[in-house]
């Protein structure tokens, strides 16, 4: 592993492009030989194109990707309950990964998202980012980053959308937003 300095950073906001920003910043961290653990949360069962180019990565790139489902998209038979025990196993798992000391760059997709819906308590979260290995670089990404993963943060960058097709009733396109 390249010892780093290790710094935190938050991709946040309403806008698009907070999780293709973090793998851009995997990417680059393949290409100069770090090795890298995409875990993504609250996307289970969405393909995405990024994830395709990421998988051939699979030499520096470690993907693994929660079967789980943000509350807007529950279907039948899901429960809040179930998610936040999923999301508590989910979360020691990549708990025990960040603490196997293999990696440079960790990225936790979507993480935002599970502190802001109370299914994984902030102090944990803020406790397992602290105690990461000297030199892990820690990418945390989703909407509403809660005000505390701010304040320990190195970076924090907010996507905010001024104009999105969305507002005209174009749904996602395979390719451009996933």
């Known amino acids: 592993m390249k010892k780093g300095i290790g710094l935190i950073h938050i991709y946040t906001g309403e806008g698009k492009g907070?999780?293709?920003?973090?793998?851009?910043?995997?990417?680059?961290?393949?290409?100069?030989?770090?090795?890298?653990?995409?875990?993504?949360?609250?996307?289970?069962g969405e393909e995405s194109g990024e994830l395709k180019v990421l998988e051939g990565l699979s030499d520096k790139i470690e993907i693994i990707?929660?079967?789980?489902?943000?509350?807007?998209?529950?279907?039948?038979?899901?429960?809040?309950?179930?998610l936040k025990k999923a999301t508590a196993e989910a979360i020691d798992v990549v708990s025990e990964k960040i603490k196997s000391g293999k990696y440079d760059l960790i990225i936790l997709d979507e993480i935002n998202n599970i502190a802001t819906q109370g299914l994984a308590d902030v102090n944990t979260l803020i406790d397992i980012v602290k105690k990461r290995p000297e030199g892990l670089e820690i990418v945390l990404t989703g909407r509403g980053a809660p005000q505390e993963l701010i304040e320990i943060a190195d970076y924090v960058t907010e996507m905010k959308p001024i104009k999105h097709p969305f507002f005209k009733g174009i749904k996602a396109r395979k390719g451009i937003e996933y």
């Open 65 to 82: 990707r929660f079967d789980q489902r943000h509350p807007i998209f529950f279907k039948k038979g899901d429960s809040r309950d179930g």
């Open 18 to 44: 907070k999780t293709t920003a973090a793998i851009g910043l995997a990417v680059r961290a393949a290409g100069n030989g770090l090795k890298i653990l995409f875990a993504q949360f609250l996307k289970g």
